[in-house]
């Protein structure tokens, strides 16, 4: 028998090197599948809702809608007393009447709110009186008890991007939207082949001298771990007619072809020829400086991989995980491996409940020391894309009222595999952002954005929390726009121009054809013309707070955490005006008169400028297909 050495031992890296090189790995293909099927998946085109969700204000209880000023002095000993509107309002029945001063309408959770109402009182702290009125034991804030339109994703804003895993929480993601198919990658077809006169399948009677073939099962269980569709040859003899049969039929069906067995001298050495014999450039590595694993044969076959595995078990599944998972996943689409971790930084304030565990999901980042930071994903118990967003979660004991800012905690993963993203994104959110993460995306790069408003973001930039904070805040001592806020260590690179307005809807004469001040002035005349406002900290609501003056309209304390959110509640009669950017106002046809051009720019943690994620950040923001698709969203690139 002819025994031929090894063609060259090489290293591990020269090996990989030279492999990776050949085969130049790259998604096979796209395909759409149906939602219920994409379990697993990995999406090829990044995937935006046509709806907001949720798409009106909805209770998150049980309970009354009520106009908070009404019940703000309520109390167990001084109970208010409210008229009941007379209408039940419930999943999927819209109100037709008003809540105004004084009253309330029974609503059930998930129901739409009515106009004028801007909180619920659960029923638990409510009782009926003997004449047929609504008794309030306590009081509620504006806001207390009901989400927001589009607080939980806007239309238009990306919820998975192209490379995404889609899991159980993403089928969720993508049904509370309305999407019944979804483009992805098409999984790469893997032969998987034993090859030995020893082996025997799993499940029959062993004969004298042969061993189970464990390496086939194992490898194409390892091959549908990392995105491939394994099929399995079975175990081939040491036949070298039988075995060239096998692989010639597994390379015209397949994308790759995984072997296991004959690599070393003797017999083996059938393997390796006919493997040679393939396709161009054939055999680019046979023999590494490795332990356990120097038999390993690598070979590219006219762009299909063909790896020839040690027969070891232990041997073919090191070798497996080091030179073929990085390609299989290339040709799967996935990303690559990221390294696993379960402790991290806790970098805000939790508040909890005494007397109760409460379970936060967090999304983990990267801190100002390297060690990971756990985000507290704060949008209540009704948010999909929460859940969808989170990589885990820690615990707050019943003991406890708050995690304080800095706690090191122990997060419990929502899988074994987290994804750390290699660019958190914090601050203000502008769907201008996303043509600039998309091509972030396109380039390896995984980003999280987290919706802190501009104040919030340049906090967490100045902490070392984040890579970069959107921000467009106007300094009206010298009258510039974001600079003046930046703290040390922070860079300001300008993004877009956008425009904010006044939105409201088409035909309304408070409105329509009126200068910006005469709309104003008309809306605060009218009793009955109701505003919505915007959250604490961010740029809109200081922009509205200067326009109004002091003055609270009625409404002023509906303050939603989006533009979505403001013009979905006017276009669908809950308020009759509020502030928001043009590009959230046009799509649902309302009437828009411009307030400001803002400065929507970014505040840069100037440690991490050169890291490669936020280099690719700043890339894309200065290349032109992205100013393109800037312009064409009604944005003005700086």
Same mark, same amino acid.
């Given at each position: 028998?002819?025994?031929?050495?090894?063609?060259?031992?090489?290293?591990?890296?020269?090996?990989?090197?030279?492999?990776?090189?050949?085969?130049?790995?790259?998604?096979?293909?796209?395909?759409?599948?149906?939602?219920?099927?994409?379990?697993?998946?990995?999406?090829?085109?990044?995937?935006?809702?046509?709806?907001?969700?949720?798409?009106?204000?909805?209770?998150?209880?049980?309970?009354?809608? @009520?106009?908070?000023?009404?019940?703000?002095?309520?109390?167990?000993?001084?109970?208010?007393?409210?008229?009941?509107?007379?209408?039940?309002?419930? *999943?999927?029945?819209?109100?037709?009447?008003?809540?105004?001063?004084?009253?309330?309408?029974?609503?059930?959770?998930?129901?739409?709110?009515?106009?004028?109402?801007?909180?619920?009182?659960?029923?638990?702290?409510?009782?009926?009186?003997?004449?047929?009125?609504?008794?309030?034991?306590?009081?509620?804030?504006?806001?207390?008890?009901?989400?927001?339109?589009?607080?939980?994703?806007?239309?238009?804003?990306?919820?998975?991007?192209?490379?995404?895993?889609?899991?159980?929480?993403?089928?969720?993601?993508?049904?509370?939207?309305?999407?019944?198919?979804?483009?992805?990658?098409?999984?790469?077809?893997?032969?998987?082949?034993?090859?030995?006169?020893?082996?025997?399948?799993?499940?029959?009677?062993?004969?004298?001298?042969?061993?189970?073939?464990?390496?086939?099962?194992?490898?194409?269980?390892?091959?549908?771990?990392?995105?491939?569709?394994?099929?399995?040859?079975?175990?081939?003899?040491?036949?070298?007619?039988?075995?060239?049969?096998?692989?010639?039929?597994?390379?015209?069906? *397949?994308?790759?072809?995984?072997?296991?067995?004959?690599?070393?001298?003797?017999?083996?050495?059938?393997?390796?020829?006919?493997?040679?014999?393939?396709?161009?450039?054939?055999?680019?590595?046979?023999?590494?400086?490795?332990?356990?694993?120097?038999?390993?044969?690598?070979?590219?076959?006219?762009?299909?991989?063909? @790896?020839?595995?040690?027969?070891? $078990?232990?041997?073919?599944?090191?070798?497996?995980?080091?030179?073929?998972?990085?390609?299989?996943?290339?040709?799967?689409?996935? $990303?690559?491996?990221?390294?696993?971790?379960?402790?991290?930084?806790?970098?805000?304030? @939790?508040?909890?409940?005494?007397?109760?565990?409460?379970?936060?999901?967090?999304?983990?980042?990267?801190?100002?020391?390297?060690?990971?930071?756990?985000?507290?994903?704060?949008?209540?118990?009704?948010?999909?894309?929460?859940?969808?967003?989170?990589?885990?979660?820690?615990?707050?004991?019943?003991?406890?009222?708050?995690?304080?800012?800095?706690?090191?905690?122990?997060?419990?993963?929502?899988?074994?595999?987290?994804?750390?993203?290699?660019?958190?994104?914090?601050?203000?959110? *502008?769907?201008?952002?996303?043509?600039?993460?998309?091509?972030?995306?396109?380039?390896?790069?995984?980003?999280?954005?987290?919706?802190?408003?501009?104040?919030?973001?340049?906090?967490?930039?100045?902490?070392?929390?984040?890579?970069?904070?959107?921000?467009?805040?106007?300094?009206?001592?010298?009258?510039?726009?974001?600079?003046?806020?930046?703290?040390?260590?922070?860079?300001?690179?300008?993004?877009?121009?956008?425009?904010?307005?006044?939105?409201?809807?088409?035909?309304? $004469?408070?409105?329509?054809?009126?200068?910006?001040?005469?709309?104003?002035?008309?809306?605060?005349?009218?009793?009955?013309?109701?505003?919505?406002?915007?959250?604490?900290?961010?740029?809109?609501?200081?922009?509205?707070?200067?326009?109004?003056?002091?003055?609270?309209?009625?409404?002023?304390?509906?303050?939603?955490?989006?533009?979505?959110?403001?013009?979905?509640?006017?276009?669908?009669?809950?308020?009759?005006?509020?502030?928001?950017?043009?590009?959230?106002?046009?799509?649902?046809?309302?009437?828009?008169?411009?307030?400001?051009?803002?400065?929507?720019?970014?505040?840069?943690?100037?440690?991490?400028?050169?890291?490669?994620?936020?280099?690719?950040?700043?890339?894309?923001?200065?290349?032109?297909?992205?100013?393109?698709?800037?312009?064409?969203?009604?944005?003005?690139?700086?």
């Amino acid at each position: 028998m002819r025994q031929d050495q090894f063609l060259t031992v090489l290293s591990r890296d020269e090996a990989l090197a030279r492999f990776e090189t050949a085969l130049a790995a790259r998604p096979v293909g796209v395909e759409t599948v149906a939602l219920a099927d994409s379990l697993g998946r990995v999406v090829a085109e990044a995937i935006a809702p046509a709806i907001d969700v949720p798409p009106f204000d909805r209770s998150t209880v049980d309970g009354f809608a @009520v106009r908070a000023a009404d019940v703000a002095a309520a109390s167990e000993a001084a109970p208010v007393e409210l008229r009941p509107t007379g209408e039940t309002v419930a *999943c999927g029945i819209a109100p037709t009447l008003a809540v105004a001063a004084g009253t309330a309408t029974t609503i059930a959770t998930g129901g739409p709110m009515p106009r004028g109402a801007d909180a619920v009182v659960m029923v638990e702290h409510t009782e009926p009186t003997a004449d047929g009125r609504i008794r309030i034991r306590r009081p509620v804030a504006p806001g207390q008890n009901l989400a927001f339109a589009g607080t939980d994703l806007a239309r238009g804003e990306v919820l998975l991007r192209r490379g995404a895993v889609i899991g159980s929480r993403e089928i969720g993601l993508m049904a509370a939207c309305g999407i019944g198919a979804v483009a992805v990658f098409r999984r790469p077809r893997v032969a998987v082949i034993s090859t030995g006169d020893e082996l025997v399948p799993p499940g029959e009677p062993l004969r004298p001298a042969a061993i189970y073939d464990s390496n086939g099962p194992i490898v194409a269980a390892a091959v549908a771990e990392n995105g491939g569709l394994p099929v399995p040859f079975g175990a081939i003899p040491d036949d070298e007619a039988k075995l060239r049969a096998a692989l010639t039929e597994a390379l015209a069906g *397949c994308d790759a072809v995984i072997l296991s067995g004959g690599t070393s001298k003797g017999a083996g050495d059938v393997t390796a020829r006919l493997v040679a014999e393939l396709g161009r450039p054939g055999i680019v590595a046979h023999g590494v400086a490795l332990k356990p694993g120097k038999p390993l044969c690598l070979a590219v076959a006219d762009g299909k991989p063909v @790896v020839v595995l040690p027969g070891f $078990p232990t041997s073919a599944m090191f070798t497996f995980h080091e030179f073929v998972v990085p390609s299989l996943r290339r040709l799967a689409g996935l $990303p690559d491996r990221r390294v696993d971790t379960l402790e991290a930084t806790v970098p805000v304030r @939790v508040p909890s409940d005494l007397g109760r565990t409460e379970y936060v999901m967090v999304a983990l980042a990267d801190g100002p020391d390297g060690a990971p930071v756990a985000h507290p994903v704060f949008k209540g118990s009704g948010s999909i894309s929460a859940f969808a967003q989170a990589d885990g979660f820690v615990a707050v004991d019943a003991l406890a009222d708050h995690l304080a800012p800095g706690t090191r905690a122990a997060v419990t993963l929502f899988s074994p595999d987290p994804k750390l993203p290699d660019l958190v994104v914090a601050g203000s959110h *502008c769907l201008g952002l996303e043509p600039v993460l998309d091509r972030v995306a396109d380039a390896g790069f995984a980003a999280r954005t987290l919706a802190l408003g501009s104040l919030g973001g340049v906090q967490a930039a100045a902490r070392g929390e984040c890579d970069l904070a959107p921000l467009h805040l106007f300094h009206a001592e010298t009258a510039t726009w974001n600079r003046p806020f930046l703290a040390d260590g922070l860079d300001l690179v300008e993004g877009w121009r956008r425009r904010q307005g006044l939105v409201f809807r088409r035909g309304d $004469p408070r409105f329509e054809g009126r200068s910006l001040d005469e709309a104003i002035a008309a809306a605060l005349a009218d009793p009955d013309c109701l505003m919505v406002g915007r959250n604490p900290g961010a740029g809109t609501r200081i922009l509205l707070d200067r326009l109004l003056a002091g003055r609270r309209p009625d409404g002023y304390w509906n303050q939603p955490r989006s533009h979505a959110a403001v013009a979905t509640a006017v276009a669908g009669g809950r308020a009759d005006w509020g502030l928001a950017i043009d590009a959230a106002a046009r799509p649902l046809g309302l009437g828009f008169l411009p307030v400001a051009d803002e400065h929507y720019d970014f505040a840069v943690v100037r440690a991490r400028r050169e890291r490669p994620a936020v280099a690719a950040f700043l890339a894309a923001l200065a290349s032109e297909p992205v100013r393109d698709r800037l312009r064409a969203l009604g944005f003005t690139p700086a």
